[in-house]
């Protein structure tokens, strides 16, 4: 090639990967500028019952907003940075460096009390486990007290910062009911059966590197067209995020502080338990009285529960799928 076709070919190769760039709409935007959504997610002004929550909700996986549903608890109204300070301020929690969520840092460890010292200056974000001792502010729903959740609950995640934080764009391997008490929410949501519109690029955490920030097509083009749902999420309002299901959160301040209840996710209903429950005709009951503890459900691979949500399966058939799940992951 000589040096006169050299300089023409580089012009017009750069102005048609301009050209190229330019088509792809919302390319090194941020995550939700590719494509409108679909729809909002449900929102609910009541909570289901046990049953009608297992049948409708968590059975299909179906994100809902419960509208309102945390004024009830404790924690919303008690929960001011000066309570919490004098009576939880000795308690040390994990804290993240960065509001942008960058799941390669670090945590590091600071009492609660230094925590809401600098907190509303710092760019740092809470992000840990309900310590027993708080957990009598910290109500659970109706819509859990009986069929068998409240021997499947996980852990209790609070999350705290003065707004501005973004997550990775991820799944979880088991369901869960985010309460906010104070600040507002959006999520970008995607059903877990569009997962070839969704590269999770890191496997081993459950989440995609995509820069939700700047995406970029080119290397994410599933995003260009995905079909996805909004939520918004007011203080005071809790959200059931299916397990499996992608989603993007972005929190906004000046405070915002969320607690989320984890639980495995069921195949069947409990009945009998909702019959003989001590809870069954209650509307809330503190997190304080029951166990939160690992069970069966987190520790299946999803290949199983995929393959168990289809149809019932054998012993034989059930440890074959647990070998092949301990070989990948």
């Known amino acids: 090639m000589s040096g006169k076709n050299f300089c023409l070919f580089i012009p017009l190769l750069f102005t048609l990967c301009s050209t190229t760039n330019g088509d792809l709409t919302g390319h090194l935007q941020p995550l939700g500028s590719q494509v409108p959504p679909v729809g909002d997610v449900l929102t609910l002004t009541e909570i289901p019952s046990p049953q009608e929550f297992f049948d409708q909700f968590v059975k299909p996986g179906k994100p809902v907003v419960f509208k309102g549903a945390a004024t009830k608890t404790p924690a919303y109204e008690l929960w001011t940075d000066d309570y919490l300070s004098s009576k939880f301020g000795e308690v040390k929690f994990d804290v993240e460096e960065g509001k942008k969520e960058n799941r390669s840092r670090e945590l ?6 230094e925590f809401l010292k600098s907190y509303k200056e710092k760019d740092i974000y809470l992000v840990a486990s309900v310590p027993k001792i708080m957990r009598d502010d910290i109500y659970l729903l109706k819509c859990l007290l009986c069929g068998g959740f409240t021997d499947e609950l996980q852990d209790s995640v609070m999350w ?14 088991i369901d869960n009911i985010n309460c906010l008490m104070s600040g507002t929410k959006e999520l970008f949501m995607v059903h877990k059966k569009e997962h070839a519109h969704v590269l999770i690029d890191k496997p081993d955490g459950s989440f995609s590197k995509v820069d939700v920030d700047k995406v970029d097509l080119q290397k994410y ?46 195949l069947e209903f409990n009945s009998t338990d909702c019959e003989e429950s001590p809870y069954k005709d209650k509307q809330f009951a503190p997190l304080s009285e029951f166990e939160v503890t690992e069970s069966l459900g987190p520790g299946l691979p999803l290949l199983l529960l995929d393959e168990m949500e289809q149809k019932p399966i054998d012993e034989e058939k059930f440890l074959e799928i647990i070998k092949v799940g301990r070989n990948c992951f």
């Open 221 to 266: 083009p599933g995003l260009a067209d995905v079909p996805w749902y909004k939520a918004n999420m007011e203080a005071g309002d809790c959200l059931f995020i299916p397990y499996r299901w992608f989603h993007q959160v972005r929190s906004y301040g000046p405070r915002n502080l969320a607690i989320n209840i984890w639980f495995a996710h069921k």
């Open 108 to 113: 590091f460890n600071m009492p609660l009390g």
């Open 160 to 173: 705290f910062s003065n707004g501005g934080t973004k997550s990775v764009l991820h799944y979880d391997a």
